[in-house]
């Protein structure tokens, strides 16, 4: 807590939570742009805070990317954790597996101890396949338990990098252009006033389920993608923010 105080953390999360509007801010040391131990870090707050705020036996909503696979990472077992029903957030969104919500929730669930559940969607569906897939029994099971997360963790992704990293058509990139889309999260892809400007078309959450959840734990940290976070946050689906020091201040210089 000494070095927390002696850095200026302390300060960071609380001048964040209030211009901010959010409940909780937890500022890590360092800047995972150019640090990558740093997000080992967003991983262990993040598991943390789960710690603090799960309810036994209830279910937990997970994205996927990076950040979450470090999450992952930092699960230990625990009396509490271990008791949960882990589930990804969304279908394919075009990521690497290592990188998938269903891989993320599946490696969460073998380091704590708790239980899992998969959503088998393919990447690229069209609307006729999209639509029968939504009238199968087990998906629509699935679905029903994804949207009645009690806790949601998730990154936030700057939008051309998440694009481009998913394989994103040249058109697709176009129109996020033309859209000006800065911020990533769960497949939503937000402007700087935290406007949904394209969606990519899978199942499993939609933003408005999220505001059911009792938290949502947002863990995104560098300071490249400091805009990212600020738009997403503008859409108003927040609660607590885990992030680092690079991300925080050049934040607080957009604000
Ligand atoms: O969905 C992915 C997130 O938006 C960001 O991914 O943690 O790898 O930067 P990341």
Known sequence: DVIREWFGLNQLEHQL?????????????GNSLTQPWVKNDLGRSAVQQLKQWAEPNSVVSVAGGTTMEAVAQAMTPHPVLRTLLYVPARGGLGEKVEYQANTICSEM?????????LLHVPDQLSKEAYASLLEDEQIKELIRIIRSARIVVHGIGEANTMATRRKASPQMLAKLKERQAVAEAFGYYFDRDGNIVYKIQTVGLRLEDIKQADHIIAVAGGEDKAEAILAFLKHGVHDCLITDEGAARQMLQYI
């Open 17 to 29: 939570e209030k211009q901010l509007g959010l409940n909780k801010v937890i500022v890590v040391a």
């Open 109 to 117: 669930a073998s380091r704590s101890g708790g239980q899992y559940r």
